[in-house]
């Protein structure tokens, strides 16, 4: 089928910069949109940043100005570039992509998630 696999989280300070990375990878024959979102402790789950197959972004307010969503097609990846994190970043950052797939019998369509990378902001 298909995986996403996101990298780079961690601990850094607050005012530091990370940045998240999410391939996907298997009989991928289109993604559409991809995207990030964070699930604190206790919390839901909350979108962060969204990015069309044409490369239309959408942030979330409280990260505007401080977080970049871009990808890369032809790598199947999406990345997240955060600057100026603050102790209200920390959460577990999951990879979302709307992917069509190969199947023995033709396409599918799947709403795909990472399993999580952690990222924590020290004050």
């Known amino acids: 089928q298909v995986q996403l696999v996101e990298s780079g989280g961690g601990l850094v300070q607050a005012g530091e910069s990370l940045r998240l990375s999410c391939v996907a990878s298997?009989?991928?024959?289109?993604?559409?949109?991809m995207g990030w979102y964070r699930q604190a402790p206790g919390n839901q789950r909350d979108l962060v940043a969204t990015?069309?197959?044409?490369?239309?972004?959408n942030y979330a307010d409280s990260v505007k100005g401080r977080f970049t969503i871009s990808r890369d097609r032809a790598k199947n990846t999406v990345y997240l570039q955060m600057s100026n994190l603050k102790p209200e970043d920390t959460a577990a950052y999951y990879c979302?992509?709307?992917?069509?797939?190969?199947?023995?019998?033709?396409?599918?369509?799947?709403?795909?998630w990472g399993q999580g990378t952690l990222v924590t902001v020290s004050s």
């Open positions: 298997g009989s991928i024959f289109s993604i559409n949109a």
């Open positions: 979302n992509a709307d992917i069509q797939y190969r199947t023995g019998y033709g396409y599918k369509v799947l709403d795909a």
């Open positions: 990015i069309t197959n044409g490369g239309t972004t």
